[in-house]
């Protein structure tokens, strides 16, 4: 049997025993409905305000601005087409802005929009070619119709960290009332304190299968006083702005992973950022690699490269026979590995861009897995040119 | 051996996978993505890589999916496109086995370290005193050795086609024998980047301007009547085109698209007896044919072969050409000519693009 290094966690990171256990206790028997009034209902409606207090904290928000919803990529939709739509409802002209890196979950979101709703448009903004947003690109964008602007916290692919000050400086400063600001903390949350990395936004969406809980499990976190329209109206939970049950194993689970997240954070950031600085030592000198975005700041986790030559489903398929899993960093529905619309707005070559490779750690990295992956890699990359 | 599968999805190459499996080789599986538009045919579907994914994970087989989908633009769709703006008409699917399967494909699994590739075309590989041959299906219906023609000695050697030799029916009886949820999946027909639901028309308004034209009598110069694209037009066909003022069936002689004309004639009036190839394009298994060697020709995936005399030489500045023993029907530009062995018949010798007949 191979031995399995996992250099995948921006895609899922290892599910935690301590959430699995805080879990349990939520699937099996009697879990009343957390809207019921008997006391099965008012059982399940402690732990879910308890798993709100929890990521209040764990974003710096009130508990009442929680909404749990089915995970990072509804928290997104939720998010830029909520108060998108409340928007248009009021206005003639509704603009969305966003980053060219966001993530699909936003991409997608606005652009159905926009596609529906001929009122509605979409403006996107620039970044440079380390991946970092610019904020005159930004200003260009805004403008008084503005509705929401979402720009990620760090990026999936790259691990780039955003300006978010600035972002919110930004959107604040448009007249009258300024803009609403949306960050997708989804990659960012396993490294940054998000109480202060977005400190400067108005709502902010996390998941918890990248910190370790579960799948189909996430927030939307609303810091101030915004107008939201529910994407799914159903029963009138969470305050009207998301029916549906909600999970009370779900939302304990997120809670959980928030809380060891955090606990954890320094110790796993110091570490990390020590192998991701071997690796970055280790892989340089092989032929035709480059460090995505050299001079940016990266999430400590990520490693993204690219090789020059070769091509992502190659080399994917030689580390899974040696037993590492990575990943191209952006496929399509069908399991391929596609041109990354992260690396073509960095102005990266599509020749290039071909050749990617994301590797991506967490808290459960050891010492023992990133020397694997090197001697790994190294040969891999060293048996490609051999035979191109 | 280890062995690099080419699951499309379908029964046939479900069931390539599975043989091998049962014939003790090691064997991964892979999905080409090839088309990243809209479809509803063929075998570029998400709904196909899904079929191939389970049927790997029920033989309890590695799946991989492989990108190729902008090497098939440049190599299929877009000579494809052009083809059609030149008034030719380009065969797709043999496009994507000569370019993306057995080029591309065949260089990748070498660097992956396979051993073989292996496909479900219904052909067959004959080796011969060290020789490796292209041999036709053993079912007649299926046969698919016509899209197979470019290969080469070298390629064939590294070929394995485990379900050539069987018929269609017995490959759907092993795919339910193995437990695979592929075997009563209907065959492909079309080419998968065009949707059957909206046609050839639709997907190519989509990229170039389509030619109104006359259609006119060649004999009489009479004018029949109009169609509106004449890219659409392939030469050789009656469908679309009106019978004469005589009442006879007409068949498309010649698409001229810079004169906006299609000529048409009446069968006996369009019959060639030669069909000119394109040298750069001419690809023989194994060693060049002499020339005045006689073949069996055969041009559409279902057409009959057809005898024929191999011909190279300058006269009339011709290159190769092939010398018909019977007329028949012109063939189009951009189509493709398979050459079989005269005396036996099931063998491929070669094959090439027509540029003109």
């Known amino acids: 049997m191979t031995n399995l290094y996992y250099f995948d966690h921006a895609a899922s990171a290892p599910r935690r025993d301590e959430v699995a256990d805080a879990m349990q206790r939520w699937q099996h028997g009697v879990v009343g409905n957390p809207s019921g009034s008997h006391r099965a209902a008012r059982e399940a409606r402690r732990a879910v305000e308890e798993a709100r207090d929890e990521i209040a904290a764990f974003v710096g928000a009130k508990p009442g601005g929680v909404i749990f919803t089915g995970g990072g990529t509804e928290s997104c939709h939720l998010a830029v087409t909520g108060v998108a739509n409340h928007h248009r409802r009021h206005h003639d002209s509704t603009s969305i802005v966003v980053s060219r890196i966001e993530h699909h979950a936003v991409i997608d979101a606005v652009e159905s929009m926009a596609r529906d709703h001929p009122s509605v448009s979409v403006r996107y903004v620039d970044v440079d070619g380390d991946g970092v947003l610019d904020l005159g690109s930004l200003a260009t964008a805004l403008r008084g119709d503005t509705a929401v602007v979402s720009v990620m916290c760090a990026n999936n692919e790259t691990g780039v960290l955003q300006p978010l000050d600035g972002v919110g400086s930004l959107a604040r400063a448009v007249a009258p009332n300024g803009v609403p600001t949306h960050s997708d903390a989804v990659a960012a949350a396993p490294w940054l304190n998000l109480a202060e990395a977005t400190a400067s936004m108005d709502m902010i969406s996390i998941c918890a299968h990248k910190i370790g809980g579960p799948v189909s499990s996430g927030a939307l976190i609303l810091r101030g006083d915004v107008a939201i329209d529910a994407v799914v109206p159903g029963g009138g939970q969470e305050r009207g702005r998301r029916g549906g049950t909600v999970d009370v194993a779900a939302a304990v689970g997120l809670a959980t992973a928030a809380r060891l997240t955090a606990k954890e954070r320094d110790e796993v950031t110091v570490r990390v950022a020590g192998y991701q600085q071997q690796l970055c030592t280790a892989l340089s000198p092989l032929e035709g690699c480059a460090i995505t975005a050299p001079g940016a700041t990266r999430l400590p986790g990520t490693v993204h490269v690219t090789f020059e030559g070769l091509a992502s489903d190659e080399l994917l398929f030689l580390l899974d026979q040696a037993g590492v899993c990575a990943a191209a960093a952006s496929s399509c529905s069908s399991g391929a590995a596609i041109a990354s619309h992260v690396l073509a707005a960095m102005g990266m070559a599509p020749e290039r861009a071909r050749g990617s490779l994301r590797l991506s750690m967490g808290g459960e990295t050891t010492q023992e897995d990133v020397d694997a992956l090197i001697v790994i890699l190294t040969s891999v990359v060293e048996r490609l040119r051999l035979e191109a | ?357």
């Open chain 2, 1 to 357: 051996m280890k062995v690099l599968v080419a699951m499309s999805g379908g029964v046939d190459s479900s069931v390539a996978a599975g043989l091998l499996i049962e014939q003790g080789h090691e064997v991964v599986g892979a999905t080409l993505r090839l088309w990243g538009g809209a479809s509803d045919s063929g075998c570029c579907s998400v709904a196909d890589v899904d079929d191939a994914r389970r049927v790997a994970q029920t033989l309890g087989i590695d799946h991989h999916v492989f990108n190729y989908t902008e090497e098939f633009e440049r190599h299929v769709v877009a000579p494809f496109v052009a083809g059609h703006a030149a008034g030719q008409s380009p065969n797709p699917c043999i496009e994507c086995n000569r370019h993306i399967k057995f080029d591309l494909l065949f260089e990748r699994a070498a660097r992956l370290g396979f051993d073989a590739v292996a496909t479900g075309h219904h052909a067959q590989v004959l080796s011969r005193q060290g020789q490796h041959f292209l041999v036709r299906g053993a079912d007649d219906q299926k046969d698919q050795s016509y899209v197979l023609g470019y290969l080469s000695g070298e390629q064939l050697a590294v070929l394995l086609l485990p379900i050539g030799a069987m018929r269609k029916s017995d490959v759907r009886r092993e795919a339910e024998r193995l437990g695979l949820r592929t075997w009563d999946k209907p065959d492909s027909q079309d080419v998968c980047f065009i949707e059957a639901s909206k046609g050839r028309e639709v997907f190519l308004r989509s990229r170039i301007n389509l030619t109104p034209a006359t259609i006119v009598d060649r004999r009489s110069g009479e004018e029949l009547g109009q169609t509106p694209a004449a890219e659409l037009m392939t030469i050789g066909q009656r469908r679309g085109v009106l019978p004469g003022r005589d009442g006879e069936k007409r068949y498309v002689a010649k698409v001229d698209i810079a004169r906006k004309r299609v000529e048409v004639g009446r069968l006996d009036e369009i019959l060639v007896s030669t069909i000119l190839l394109d040298g750069s394009s001419l690809t023989f298994s194994h060693e060049e044919l002499e020339d005045s060697t006689t073949v069996l020709a055969q041009w559409s995936a279902h057409g009959r072969a057809q005898p024929a005399t191999l011909r190279h030489g300058d006269e009339c500045g011709r290159g190769w050409w092939l010398q018909l023993h019977s007329p028949a029907r012109p063939v189009a530009p951009g189509q493709s000519v398979v050459f079989y062995r005269a005396n036996e018949p099931e063998i491929v010798e070669g094959a090439a693009i027509v540029v003109g007949s």
